[in-house]
């Protein structure tokens, strides 16, 4: 592990992907016992990721995220009662339970929305570093996708111009070697999606996406090239969800095999960073059962808070379609 | 119908009515193939291409990567170069990925080209609310497409019509859309185990009827019925006609039907603003106005995104409750 690291940053990392991780498992438990609607594309084994990536950023950066967003909004701080409250369609919810799922998003805390389009987040992410260009702020902008997004022309499109215009912006592909049910060699030709940055004239850098520490230091070198007004780079992080597509359902699945999702959850982020907490002494098992009980607190009040929370009724359906407030 | 005919009438759902419409295709046309995201291995999302790799193999039945410009660019050069496509666009909302390649390229080839090019491609793709699945995968995008001259469009609300829709649209020889609808995957209704075509451009009656016609579109023929069950205990005999050809639209079917009625009402599940309603209304004024006894209804959805909530999901789409006030209304019952 790197030298100078604090314990703070070292202790929010793995407590961002407990958070995750737990609140995952829960929406996805809710969802079978058909309390959460809709489908949910949950990111459980990418949680090294959305962390690594994340502590990097502060409120006024910006990303976009994408149908599997769960992950990125906690991380960028998203609170669980709104979070769930959206997944439960709650007029409490982020997005007032108009968006759901694959819309959650959050402005002030820099969230430019989960999307349920396919590659819809780089070109967003790319006018959002054009616009802290224009605005000569300091902000950063990342946009998160996967390999399957990587095949979509608005991700070649957005890369292009970050780079031409060198925009303060993160690509972050987080390969996780399938698009749906598609494997990635099904998909594309390339065995890293990182070896496109060439094309564009930007950095690409691959990084084990399942080693917390090592997606911390990859993502710390691109947002600050970008902050410094170096441009973009592309971040590659080879991880593996656990889960189906969709669903919880993560073994005896078709298109994989079960030795592979073992051989993938031997690697397990969350676990390996808590060895390697306990060995350099920074955590002990009691702070880490602390953390546990803290966190599954924070989940249950959330899910109280969602059900105790009254659904929108029909009079908001025409609200925010359109801006009818005074001009800004 | 004899008895010994009904006796063997085989019901299928509509999942795989489609299944067994793109068999056949690919049966009788050594030239067609499927591609798309997800239509190997998997079979669609929506599961009604199972079995279909295993059949034609992988050159026939091809997974594509996550490229919609790119796939329904795949299916025009290969049609204007001598195959059959058929391209699945896995949700309708993702033409918005692909909406060049359809508008600018696909539908007008043919045109710019002074009919040098002929384009038999077929494009499966699917529409409609009601999963929860929010803005973005459940939309009806009919009437976008429908106002592109060189592409046809229809939209079977039933297994029957989605198997025969399907092969006269591989066997034409323009583009052809057929919207599928996701809530009625599980529908079943008699299906023929033969090849048989449904004609494009041609409406159905589905429920005869003298006091008012409502003309339903896709899933919404359902609604249509129901509200006319509805409406029968209140003495209105609804007639009721499955639209299912967008483009062409059979005015002449719609018109016969306002001589006998004189009376319309039209439900899609589409906004209903700028919806195709619009323009069957603008369609029976012009061609049956004198036959008109009061001002045509129309009843679609809200001018809103789809909710994500289910509490507002339900509001949002029309449905039988809905189909019957308006029609009351406009009765003045
Ligand atoms: C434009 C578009 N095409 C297709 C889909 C259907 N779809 C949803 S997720 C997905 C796979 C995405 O793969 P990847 O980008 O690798 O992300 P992952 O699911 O692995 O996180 C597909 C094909 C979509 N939502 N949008």
């Not at chain 1, 969350?270 to 803290?294: C, H, P, W």
């Not at chain 2, 599980?186 to 409406?203: D, F, L």
């Not at chain 2, 029309?318 to 308006?326: K, L």
Request: hydrophobic share 45%.
């Amino acid at each position: 592990m790197a030298k100078k690291i604090s314990t703070k940053v070292l202790t929010d990392l793995h407590l961002n992907m407990v958070r995750i991780r737990r609140f995952e498992e829960e929406a996805g438990k809710l969802m079978e016992d058909g309390k959460i609607p809709g489908a949910l594309h949950l990111y459980v084994g990418q949680e090294a990721v959305a962390s690594g990536v994340m502590a990097h950023l502060n409120n006024q950066d910006q990303i976009t995220s994408t149908h599997r967003g769960h992950g990125h909004v906690i991380a960028k701080g998203g609170q669980f009662s709104p979070m769930f409250a959206e997944l439960y369609g709650k007029a409490t919810g982020y997005c007032k339970g108009k968006g759901g799922s694959m819309h959650i998003s959050n402005m002030a805390l820099g969230i430019l929305g989960a999307n349920g389009i396919v590659g819809g987040g780089p070109p967003i992410a790319m006018g959002a570093a054009f616009s802290n260009k224009f605005r000569k702020s300091k902000q950063v902008s990342v946009t998160f996708f996967g390999d399957g997004a990587s095949n979509e022309g608005s991700f070649h499109e957005a890369a292009n111009m970050a780079a031409l215009y060198q925009l303060p912006c993160v690509f972050v592909c987080e390969n996780n070697g399938f698009g749906e049910y598609t494997a990635q060699s099904n998909h594309q030709a390339v065995t890293d999606v990182a070896d496109r940055a060439a094309g564009y004239g930007m950095p690409g850098v691959v990084v084990d996406g399942m080693d917390v520490m090592a997606v911390y230091e990859a993502a710390e070198a691109a947002v600050k090239r970008a902050r410094s007004g170096a441009g973009p780079t592309l971040l590659e992080c080879k991880t593996y969800r656990y889960y189906d597509h969709v669903g919880v359902r993560g073994m005896g699945l078709t298109y994989r095999t079960d030795e592979e999702v073992e051989a993938w959850k031997q690697r397990d982020a969350i676990e390996s960073f808590e060895a390697l907490l306990v060995k350099q002494g920074v955590m002990t098992q009691k702070k880490l059962d602390n953390v546990y009980a803290r966190v599954d607190a924070d989940i249950q009040e959330g899910i109280a808070f969602a059900e105790s929370s009254p659904f929108p009724t029909e009079d908001d359906l025409l609200e925010d379609v359109y801006f009818v407030g005074a001009k800004s | 119908m004899s008895e010994a005919v009904q006796k063997n009438a085989r019901m299928l759902p509509y999942v795989s009515a489609i299944t067994e419409g793109v068999q056949q295709v690919l049966r009788e046309q050594d030239n067609a193939f499927v591609a798309g995201e997800d239509v190997g291995q998997a079979g669609s999302v929506f599961g009604y291409y199972q079995g279909l790799l295993a059949e034609f193999g992988d050159r026939r039945i091809v997974d594509t990567p996550i490229s919609e410009k790119g796939i329904i660019g795949l299916g025009v050069g290969a049609a204007a170069t001598g195959c059959r496509p058929i391209i699945d666009v896995m949700f309708m909302d993702f033409l918005g990925e692909c909406m060049d390649e359809v508008a600018n390229q696909m539908a007008k080839m043919r045109f710019m080209f002074g009919g040098g090019a002929t384009l038999p491609i077929t494009v499966l793709t699917m529409a409609g609310a009601g999963m929860n699945l929010a803005a973005q995968h459940s939309q009806s995008w009919e009437a976008w497409l429908a106002h592109l001259p060189g592409v046809k469009v229809v939209m079977p609300s039933n297994a029957y019509d989605a198997k025969g829709l399907i092969i006269a649209a591989a066997r034409d020889d323009n583009p052809v859309f057929v919207v599928l609808n996701k809530m009625s995957l599980a529908m079943p209704a008699e299906v023929p185990e033969e090849m048989y075509e449904v004609p494009i451009g041609k409406a159905q009656i589905v429920k005869e009827g003298t006091d008012f016609s409502i003309f339903g579109i896709g899933r919404m023929v359902h609604e249509a019925l129901a509200a006319a069950k509805t409406l029968e205990e209140l003495g209105v005999n609804c007639e009721v006609v499955d639209v299912r050809s967008i483009q062409p639209f059979d005015s002449e079917t719609a018109v016969a039907s306002i001589k006998k009625t004189h009376r319309a009402l039209i439900v899609h599940e589409a906004v209903r603003f700028g919806g195709f309603g619009g323009e069957i209304v603008a369609q029976l004024q012009e061609q049956a106005f004198d036959y008109l006894d009061a001002p045509i209804a129309r009843v679609g959805a809200p001018f809103s995104p789809v909710p994500y909530s289910p509490a507002l999901e339900q509001v949002y789409i029309p449905n039988a409750g809905r189909i019957v006030t308006e029609v009351k209304k406009v009765l003045g019952l």
